[in-house]
């Protein structure tokens, strides 16, 4: 098994591009999240899915869209970027919400100029 | 805003000694997970320990958790380099999904 991936691993766009996040898992997990993470600020949610078809928002969610068409899959999308969306991009997946391990992709390490 | 905080930011210790790290939350809590992270890499899940227990071991790790006080203790017994990472809490709230929430981390260095 592959587990959670990432595609891009790294990205440098210019302000007011737009790019596209995939994550995806092969465990059959439920649940899948977006975190970006800066330095001295730890992981902050971005938006999270608890099923196919259904997303929700995070603590930081302004700027970004998802979508959860197939269970295996969790886009972030990025409409217009700034350059305050630079940052380190994480996806996790986990079975459920009751508290089980969530398990990461490698991440993608966006730069946005 | 974020549920639960490491404490310290930082820890450097040598080889053998024991690392300590702290992390306090605010609200009840279902269950709380230790991750680690190394330099560069996606979160690693630890242990997870549910709200009604007080400890937990494995391997080389012990974590503690003191519902009273909001907090959880994470010990790394006889460290080694390859333990040199950053930690990371992460707590839940009772009641309905748990969505769980991260604090800033700390970054452990074992020095050979």
């Known amino acids: 098994n592959a587990g959670v991936t990432q595609t891009p691993k790294f990205r440098v766009l210019k302000t007011g591009q737009s790019m596209t996040l995939l994550c995806a898992q092969d465990m059959n997990h439920e649940y899948m999240y977006w975190y970006r993470q800066d330095p001295g600020m730890g992981l902050r949610l971005i938006h999270y899915?608890?099923?196919?078809?259904?997303?929700a928002k995070g603590e930081v969610p302004d700027g970004y869209n998802v979508s959860r068409l197939k269970k295996q899959n969790f886009l972030l999308g990025l409409e217009s970027a700034a350059p305050s969306q630079t940052s380190v991009y994480f996806c996790a997946s986990s079975y459920t919400g009751q508290g089980l391990a969530q398990y990461f992709g490698p991440g993608t390490r966006l730069t946005v100029l | 805003s974020q549920q639960g905080e490491e404490d310290p930011q930082a820890l450097s210790i040598q080889e053998g000694e024991n690392a300590t790290m702290n992390c306090s939350y605010k609200t009840s809590i279902n269950n709380l997970q230790w991750y680690r992270q190394n330099s560069g890499r996606g979160l690693v899940h630890l242990i997870l320990i549910r709200s009604n227990e007080r400890e937990k071991h494995s391997g080389r790790l012990r974590v503690t958790l003191d519902t009273s006080k909001k907090s959880s203790s994470l010990l790394i017994t006889a460290s080694r380099a390859a333990d040199t990472a950053s930690y990371f809490c992460a707590t839940g709230r009772s009641g309905g999904s748990y969505i769980p929430t991260f604090g800033r981390g700390t970054s452990l260095i074992v020095h050979p």
């Open positions: 899915s608890v099923g196919e078809g259904t997303t």
